[in-house]
């Protein structure tokens, strides 16, 4: 098994690709190992000394470090925790994982509908790439909130990619979007 790394725009986080499946659907994110009761992969990294956030995609890993940790010392171990966990067919997750992005939900009106198929069509493919994702929260008095996971949460670029790349578009295709903010939730 051979898996690639890729830096991340966020110096926190690496991206992994095994090369092989690791969520059927949806994306999944760890905060911290008491999150963790679901996946026993991302337990297993949690167990790893400096790690400090795990985010699972369909096709890759996303795993962020503490400040104190460095990159040469943490990332032989995280591979090697992952090839042993993926070459021996060990569980990922033990559910289904929701699917993030835009599901229609009866509540939705119009707009909202839009902004759900802009961020899903425009947005999160591009945010995956980097080894995060960007999920639509709510859309409220002109304001669409947004959680970032994976390598976008915490990244020092979020912010530039929230005002000046997700809310430009936003704004230029539905008049009724004012502002875009990071979901003070998450």
């Not at 297993?44 to 699972?56: A, M």
């Not at 992005?101 to 425009?122: C, M, N, P, S, Y």
Request: proline content about 6%; some cysteine; hydrophobic content about 40%.
């Amino acid at each position: 098994m051979f898996i690639q790394t890729e830096d991340t725009p966020n110096p926190a986080t690496v991206k992994f690709i095994p090369g092989q499946k690791i969520l059927e659907s949806g994306t999944r994110d760890y905060a911290s190992p008491q999150d963790t009761a679901s996946s026993p992969l991302a337990a297993r990294l949690f167990g790893i000394v400096g790690v400090v956030r795990v985010f699972l995609a369909e096709d890759f890993i996303s795993v962020s470090k503490a400040d104190d940790t460095d990159w040469s010392m943490l990332k032989p171990m995280i591979l090697a925790a992952l090839m042993e966990h993926l070459s021996t067919g060990q569980t990922i997750v033990k559910e289904t994982p929701k699917a993030n992005g835009a599901v229609q939900g009866e509540e939705d009106d119009e707009i909202t509908l839009q902004i759900k198929e802009l961020l899903e069509e425009r947005v999160r493919p591009m945010v995956a790439m980097d080894g995060g994702d960007i999920v639509f929260d709510r859309f409220e008095d002109g304001i669409v909130f947004l959680r970032m996971q994976g390598a976008c949460s915490g990244c020092p670029s979020s912010t530039a990619t929230l005002k000046m790349g997700i809310e430009n578009m936003l704004k230029h295709y539905i008049p009724e979007v004012v502002e875009v903010r990071p979901s003070p939730d998450f």
